[in-house]
């Protein structure tokens, strides 16, 4: 199968979703096992949940829980061993490398603790590069990277590479960077990690703004006063989730 062909049809597969479905994610008895010589490992053991549109969920839980496996899957960083995942109502748990990736590009904005910025391009490039990957056009690109600049407040930084902003403001980039394809989820993995206790509380309160302007917004986390931010806290423990709680 060629990237164009793989590219159209999962194209047409999103765009036929209804878009008045309220669920957004949906998984059914996820598995994730590895096998260290003659043991298998369960990082998760049977996983069931659903996320609904414009919800604000925290995914918690201790290091070796198994919540960044979980992450994985739902950002399509991975597949699971076994079970079935469902985004927008499309079972990308049986898809292929080349679809999970347009998938990603698509319909994912990820958020990561490092940042993840290219060192030597301005902020306005770094948003772009989602656009970029798509094959949209320059000009259009560049529109809609300053767009989302302007969401997180940080029009007048478009121009300067990272070393030349403040933690919070690298986050600021990689967060508009997640916001420019217009995504389905923003996935977060420990967004504040790297940031003192008062950008934290800035950064925190831009994914309530998010949230608050329709974005359904993912946080995995290990730290519980990141996740009261979340109106939704889901607990992971021993690959199980130990607790679903509405905060709100």
């Not at 414009?54 to 076994?82: F, H, W």
């Not at 993912?218 to 006063?225: F, L, Q, R, Y």
Request: charged share 25%.
């Amino acid at each position: 199968m060629s990237i164009v062909s793989t590219q159209t049809e999962v194209d047409k597969t999103f765009e036929q979703r209804d878009p008045a479905q309220d669920v957004i994610i949906q998984t059914t008895d996820l598995w994730k096992t590895y096998r260290m010589g003659d043991q298998d490992i369960h990082a998760l053991a049977g996983v069931t949940f659903e996320i609904r549109r414009n919800e604000y969920v925290a995914i918690i839980g201790p290091s070796g829980s198994g919540k960044s496996t979980l992450m994985n899957l739902i950002g399509c960083l991975d597949t699971p061993t076994r079970g079935e995942y469902r985004l927008n109502g499309k079972l990308v748990s049986k898809m292929s490398d080349d679809e999970l990736a347009f998938i990603r590009n698509k319909e994912i904005g990820f958020v990561f603790q490092t940042f993840n910025l290219l060192p030597r391009a301005t902020a306005l490039h770094n948003v772009e590069l989602p656009l970029i990957y798509s094959g949209m056009p320059s000009a259009e690109r560049i529109a809609r990277a300053k767009r989302a600049l302007e969401q997180v407040d940080l029009a007048s930084r478009m121009y300067h590479k990272p070393n030349e902003l403040s933690g919070g403001q690298r986050q600021r980039v990689a967060i508009a960077r997640a916001l420019v394809n217009n995504p389905s989820i923003i996935l977060a993995d420990e967004p504040t990690g790297n940031l003192d206790s008062v950008t934290s509380a800035e950064i925190m309160a831009l994914f309530d703004k998010l949230h608050k302007a329709g974005n359904t917004i993912i946080i995995v986390t290990h730290e519980p006063d990141i996740a009261a931010h979340a109106h939704r806290v889901l607990s992971i423990r021993d690959g199980k989730i130990a607790k679903d709680e509405r905060t709100r």
